[in-house]
């Protein structure tokens, strides 16, 4: 994939970087599975209940990104499929580059 493409849904926040994420709950296995519009698709394992699938959300995306849970935080979507999340402390290359990663 090009790296620019990952651009779509990213953006540059003071102290860090929002990523808009589609989420596919009740998956087989956690993933990244690639862009679906303007939007990263995660497939995750866990049900959209009582905010289950948007802690793993969470969780999965700040391994992913090799960061702290504590520094990935859900801006917008909490009840939705779409979300947006706030990732803190990391710049645009270096989301970048661990997302590429994850898809390869």
């Known amino acids: 994939m090009d790296p620019s493409a990952l651009d ?9 970087v929002q990523i808009a994420v ?13 862009l679906q519009g303007e939007e990263l698709k995660l497939r995750l394992t866990s049900p959209p209940v009582d905010g289950a ?17 504590s520094a990935v935080t859900l801006v917008s979507g909490h009840s939705s499929r779409h979300k947006r999340l706030q990732v803190n ?16």
Do not use: H, I
Request: glycine residues 10%; hydrophobic residues 45%; proline residues 2%.
């Open 8 to 16: 779509v849904c990213l953006s540059a926040q003071a102290g860090g």
């Open 53 to 69: 699938a948007n802690k793993m959300c969470c969780e999965y995306l700040a391994r992913v990104l090799g960061c702290a849970k």
């Open 22 to 34: 589609l989420v596919q709950p009740r998956a087989s296995k956690n993933g990244v599975c690639g």
């Open 89 to 104: 402390g990391l710049n645009l290359d270096e989301v970048r580059r661990a997302l590429l990663q994850a898809l390869a």
